[in-house]
């Protein structure tokens, strides 16, 4: 009986299982119209799965406001020398005697 | 943007300076913080940035905006890793998507009909994602999570959470196929997870 119920509920709605699985396809819209709204039903009434799913958005929140990598002035200045000393080929001109001071600013 | 790109390209090509600039203002961090995901903190990744640089600079005068100059320069330096890092072979293919088969949540704490037996413990009193996400510990735990996915994982959760990209750049800057690209994005947010329930679980 038990197992009748189920296969009857799980035509109507995801599992638990299905819902961890599938969950990023759900986000990120990769799922079909059926398994779609079977699996949204789930999150509807699932309060261990709506845990998951706060877990895995508050996951995604920290990762998105970990500290942004900076570029100090040192590595901006050694990458700036490198340029003026290799600029790309062609040469934007033709390499005088004294024209090194002329890119000052 | 293409067009914007094209325009930035060519001007560097000229030995442009300040379009120099602008372009290292605009992916030097994100490129930065890519060299680390892939060669660590070390000395070589400092070596592997200035080649990356250096090629990007090179590259510029035939860059052909097929795709933006930010997905272009990430292949670049992808490239510059590789050869540094392959000599310790450590490095898998990025469109390998690892071992067949990873679970999501550890299969045991399911029933055999798909439901929770051991469900995940509901956030404690007060504790709300936003709330979470501002504190230093949680920070600090995910932080040493991400580091400790697998280099793929940890690549593809880069650049759509940390960095924000789209998953369109993130298959042209690793040659991945959308379905993998979701694979791994799921996967390294499902590890995430985890090592967040289980901090959780610590510290209630």
Same mark, same amino acid.
């Given at each position: 009986m038990?197992?009748?119920?189920?296969?009857?509920?799980?035509?109507?709605?995801?599992?638990?299982?299905?819902?961890t699985?599938?969950?990023?396809?759900?986000?990120?819209?990769a799922?079909?119209?059926?398994?779609?709204?079977?699996?949204?039903?789930?999150?509807?009434?699932?309060?261990a799965?709506?845990?998951y799913?706060?877990?895995?958005?508050?996951?995604?929140?920290?990762?998105?406001?970990?500290?942004?990598?900076?570029?100090?002035?040192?590595?901006?200045?050694?990458?700036l +020398?490198?340029f003026?000393?290799?600029?790309?080929?062609?040469?934007?001109?033709k390499?005088?005697?004294?024209?090194a001071?002329? +890119?000052?600013? | 943007m293409?067009?914007?790109d094209l325009?930035?390209?060519?001007?560097?090509?000229?030995?442009?300076?300040?379009?120099?600039? @602008?372009?290292?203002?605009?992916?030097?961090p994100?490129?930065?913080?890519?060299?680390?995901?892939?060669?660590?903190?070390s000395?070589?990744?400092?070596?592997v940035?200035?080649e990356? /640089? @250096?090629?990007i600079?090179?590259?510029c005068?035939?860059?052909?905006?097929?795709?933006?100059?930010?997905?272009w @320069?990430?292949?670049?330096?992808?490239n510059? @890793?590789?050869?540094?890092?392959a000599?310790?072979?450590?490095?898998?293919?990025?469109?390998?998507?690892?071992?067949?088969?990873e679970?999501?949540?550890?299969?045991s704490?399911?029933?055999?009909e798909?439901? /929770?037996?051991?469900?995940?413990?509901?956030?404690?009193e007060g504790?709300?994602?936003?709330?979470?996400a501002?504190?230093?510990?949680?920070?600090?735990?995910i932080?040493?999570?991400?580091?400790?996915l697998?280099?793929?994982?940890?690549t593809?959760?880069t650049?759509?959470d940390?960095e924000? /990209?789209?998953?369109?750049?993130?298959c042209?800057?690793?040659?991945l196929t959308?379905?993998?690209?979701?694979?791994l994005?799921?996967?390294g947010?499902?590890?995430?997870?985890?090592?967040?329930?289980?901090?959780l679980?610590?510290?209630?």
């Amino acid at each position: 009986m038990k197992r009748w119920i189920i296969k009857q509920v799980s035509r109507f709605m995801a599992t638990c299982r299905e819902t961890t699985e599938g969950y990023t396809d759900l986000t990120e819209g990769a799922l079909s119209d059926t398994e779609r709204k079977r699996m949204k039903r789930h999150l509807m009434v699932c309060p261990a799965c709506k845990t998951y799913r706060a877990q895995m958005e508050t996951g995604v929140k920290v990762l998105h406001e970990l500290p942004k990598e900076e570029v100090t002035e040192a590595e901006k200045d050694a990458l700036l +020398s490198r340029f003026r000393l290799h600029p790309p080929s062609p040469p934007p001109r033709k390499q005088g005697g004294g024209s090194a001071g002329a +890119s000052g600013t | 943007m293409a067009d914007e790109d094209l325009a930035l390209a060519k001007r560097i090509a000229a030995g442009e300076e300040a379009a120099f600039l @602008a372009l290292l203002e605009a992916i030097g961090p994100t490129l930065k913080r890519l060299t680390r995901t892939f060669v660590g903190n070390s000395a070589i990744a400092e070596e592997v940035l200035q080649e990356t /640089w @250096a090629a990007i600079v090179d590259g510029c005068a035939s860059f052909e905006g097929r795709s933006g100059l930010k997905t272009w @320069a990430c292949r670049i330096l992808i490239n510059t @890793a590789k050869k540094r890092t392959a000599r310790e072979a450590r490095s898998v293919p990025m469109s390998s998507l690892g071992d067949g088969e990873e679970h999501t949540v550890d299969p045991s704490r399911f029933a055999p009909e798909g439901y /929770w037996v051991a469900p995940p413990t509901p956030f404690g009193e007060g504790k709300t994602p936003e709330g979470l996400a501002l504190h230093k510990e949680v920070r600090e735990h995910i932080q040493r999570a991400l580091e400790e996915l697998p280099e793929a994982q940890r690549t593809v959760v880069t650049l759509r959470d940390v960095e924000g /990209w789209d998953p369109q750049e993130v298959c042209n800057a690793l040659d991945l196929t959308e379905t993998n690209q979701r694979v791994l994005l799921h996967r390294g947010r499902a590890r995430i997870r985890a090592a967040l329930e289980l901090y959780l679980a610590g510290n209630p």
